[in-house]
């Protein structure tokens, strides 16, 4: 049986015919750790000393971009990651400075640590991380995880995180915005209540609902909830919705686009597997990534995953998946061209296409842990889900 949350998100179906071990993830954060990966070549680019700085940024019980916000606060120093890692995770990844100026050795704080390792002529990017390493603890298992074998059969789903786990709703603020219904998308940053949240934040957000509290309560609001105060003080100062969603930082009003065309994806990824189509394999007319990451269409007798569109203005209609995706647009009520938003086009995107399958690597078992590799994008939750089957993933740590 598929658990709530996961329709929520789009995920209707397990890949996998493992009957699952049941158990939780997360117990303590020493059983969820993550290592980013970055290219051979990336890493000997760099050396000890050139223009822009290379750290190590290690951390634990907060994301990203809390810390990176932090390190600018205390440091005045801008950094950019390869790639988010959340907060429920013992984690290491690269960040680099976007400038020649300012840089210092070592910045250390309760929840994360810094530490220069090089520099580099061209600040790292994305594309430089190849993937991330995990090590991985499951607690309470009722089966044996060593008989787990369809870790290569996993369909690339985007994970809980990528939606709010707790909350389920950045994909919802996602598609308000892209109907151009900002008073919406207020309304579900500051009231959307969820049975997976506090008790405390849904006390809260429900009091929220009615306008005329927005000033009475403001106060109230806990400083974790830093973006709901972004927005309803400016609610409360001009009571245009469409300005309260530009105060967002542009990273994260980017972030709810890009959560609703991951809801499409893991839809589109569902109805496909459901339907009975071949996503493990690519075949003639397919487009596809090649061992670089390139896209390309299908070439016979060439090493090549398969790709499903990621549904933007742009969106490629001339594949297979055409007839889920349109289908799933129809019952959304979006089109592609909803995707580029005239009153706020510094949030459109164009989409693009995503591995169907996971890539995983260098997967091994001990007893109740478990290592492997993935590939830039892939969530190691969705080939947990596959391991443990979980009834509710909230409470199995997910």
Do not use: W
């Not at 929220?208 to 609001?221: G, P, R, T, W």
């Amino acid at each position: 049986m598929i658990p709530q949350l996961d329709s929520q998100i789009g995920i209707s179906v397990y890949s996998t015919a493992f009957e699952g071990i049941g158990g939780k993830i997360r117990v303590y954060p020493e059983d969820f750790e993550v290592s980013e990966v970055i290219s051979e070549k990336s890493l000997k680019l760099i050396i000890a000393k050139s223009d822009y700085a290379v750290y190590k940024l290690k951390k634990k019980k907060i994301d990203t971009n809390h810390a990176l916000s932090d390190v600018f606060r205390k440091t005045g120093l801008r950094l950019k990651a390869l790639g988010l890692k959340d907060a429920s995770a013992i984690t290491e990844q690269f960040v680099c400075s976007n400038n020649k100026g300012k840089n210092v050795d070592n910045f250390v704080s309760k929840k994360y640590s810094l530490k220069k390792i090089g520099y580099v002529k061209k600040p790292l990017t994305k594309k430089d991380m190849i993937g991330n390493h995990f090590k991985i603890k499951i607690h309470y298992c009722k089966g044996n995880i060593s008989e787990f074998k369809e870790y290569d059969k996993i369909l690339n789903f985007y994970g809980y995180q990528r939606f709010g786990s707790k909350r389920p709703v950045t994909h919802l603020i996602g598609k308000a915005m892209l109907q151009k219904n900002f008073e919406k998308a207020v309304e579900l940053i500051l009231s959307f209540t969820s049975p997976f949240d506090s008790q405390e934040n849904n006390e809260i957000r429900a009091k929220l609902i009615d306008k005329s509290n927005h000033e009475k309560y403001f106060d109230q609001i806990p400083p974790q909830m830093d973006i709901e105060r972004i927005v309803l003080r400016e609610m409360i100062d001009s009571e245009d919705s469409q300005k309260a969603i530009r105060k967002i930082p542009l990273s994260l009003r980017r972030f709810y686009i890009q959560a609703y065309q991951s809801f499409l994806f893991n839809c589109t990824l569902s109805s496909a597997f459901s339907d009975g189509e071949n996503l493990l394999e690519s075949h003639e007319g397919d487009v596809c990534f090649d061992f670089k990451g390139i896209i390309g269409k299908y070439s016979n007798g060439v090493d090549q995953r398969l790709a499903i569109p990621f549904v933007g203005y742009s969106y490629y209609k001339k594949t297979r998946f055409d007839y889920q995706i349109s289908k799933i647009l129809d019952f959304e009520e979006i089109s592609p061209k909803d995707f580029f938003i005239k009153e706020m086009q510094e949030v459109s995107n164009e989409g693009g296409f995503r591995q169907a399958a996971v890539s995983c690597s260098n997967y091994s078992t001990n007893k109740d842990a478990l290592e492997f590799t993935l590939s830039r994008g892939s969530f190691a939750t969705i080939l947990l889900r596959e391991i443990i089957k979980p009834p509710d993933p909230l409470i199995a740590g997910f």
